[in-house]
């Protein structure tokens, strides 16, 4: 199994810009998590799905911030626009039990 | 409303003797504890769990202990190798779905 793969690992944007960020889920997974992890806050949750369907998306900062889930295998993050302040690494995240498995991350820089 | 507090930001250690790491939180309604492990540039990466109604795990190395009463949580792995630095997160499992991080603990074996 490949893991949670998220894409691009990297992303330079200027202010302003759309930026998307993606994540495919393990196979067989019924949760999806999105996290924003800053020096500030640590690790946040933004964003959280099951079966494909959103279910809580208290911790989206403003609605700059998206998030869908077309099918079990897919998931993507908008931010439109972006700001400076959305620099952060983001993670998706799926769910075995009580455990979750993390991608690699995004490290998200908006200049 | 960090749930989950972290106290010690770093850990130093000799090889091969016990890393103890220490984690208290506030809300007794948590249905599990984890512990995750981060490389720089990768996810978090699961290591043990523990369930709320535990007192202890045991995994290879790494032990959890989980103190209701004081609402304290730890991880000891014994022994340490240098393999082992990382920083290292305890987190909560809430309502099934919501996982609170601490702020971490980095961790350095020194050989």
């Known amino acids: 199994d490949a893991g949670v793969i998220q894409s691009p690992r990297h992303e330079v944007t200027e202010m302003g810009q759309e930026v998307t960020l993606r994540c495919k889920p393990i196979s067989g997974h019924d949760y999806l998590f999105w996290y924003r992890q800053t020096m500030m806050r640590g690790l946040e949750l933004l964003i959280y799905?099951?079966?494909?369907?959103?279910?809580?998306d208290s911790g989206m900062p403003e609605d700059r911030f998206s998030a869908k889930m077309p099918n079990a295998s897919f998931s993507t993050l908008k931010i439109q626009p972006s700001e400076p302040r959305d620099s952060a690494v983001y993670f998706c995240a799926s769910r075995s039990n009580e455990k979750l498995f993390f991608g690699s991350g995004t490290q998200l820089s908006v200049l | 409303d960090q749930q989950v507090k972290q106290n010690s930001p770093s850990l130093s250690v000799q090889e091969g003797r016990i890393s103890i790491l220490n984690c208290d939180y506030t809300?007794?309604?948590?249905?599990?504890f984890l512990w995750y492990k981060k490389y720089p540039a990768e996810g978090p990466t699961f290591l043990i769990s523990?369930?709320?109604?535990?007192d202890k795990n045991e995994d290879g190395r790494f032990t959890v202990f989980l103190n209701k009463s004081a609402k304290h949580l730890s991880l000891h792995i014994v022994p340490s190798q240098p393999g082992d630095s990382a920083v290292y997160f305890c987190a909560s499992l809430f309502a099934n779905y919501k996982l609170s991080f601490g702020a971490g603990t980095t961790v350095t074996v020194r050989a």
């Open positions: 799905f099951n079966n494909n369907v959103p279910i809580d």
């Open positions: 809300n007794s309604m948590f249905d599990y």
């Open positions: 523990i369930s709320s109604i535990k």
